[in-house]
């Protein structure tokens, strides 16, 4: 069973940028496809980006070209690169995985989420 912790998340300005990170332990993370979610207040968890272990990247259309998802295996970690931010950006956001390279947008088809780490953009 992989562990996620995930960290980097702040309060921006629109139109600023934040690396999130995404640390795994307890597996190898070269398992794994990683998601990132989000949820605003209200709101279902929702998909946005997802790295396969050969790193194919996926994106919801509401960050591409403003969001990057990267991967380190050797580190165990995978990042979200946001540019351009958005105050539709603010939400607490999660990493979770999936032992597939089939990538799902339903989180329910995606497990051992981490905690969270808030982003708050600000206009």
């Known amino acids: 069973q992989v562990q996620l912790v995930e960290s980097g998340g702040g309060l921006v300005q629109a139109g600023g940028s934040l690396r999130l990170s995404c640390a795994a332990s307890g597996r190898a993370l070269s398992d794994y496809t990683v998601g990132w979610f989000r949820q605003a207040p209200g709101k279902e968890r929702e998909f946005v980006a997802a790295i396969t272990w050969n790193s194919r990247t996926y994106y919801a259309d509401s960050v591409q070209g403003r969001f990057t998802i990267s991967r380190d295996n050797g580190k165990m970690t995978v990042y979200l690169q946001m540019n351009s931010l958005k105050p539709e950006d603010t939400a607490v956001y999660y990493c979770?995985?999936?032992?597939?390279?089939?990538?799902?947008?339903?989180?329910?088809?995606?497990?051992?989420w981490g905690q969270g780490t808030q982003v708050t953009v600000s206009s």
């Open positions: 979770a995985v999936r032992p597939s390279v089939v990538v799902l947008t339903t989180a329910g088809a995606w497990g051992s």
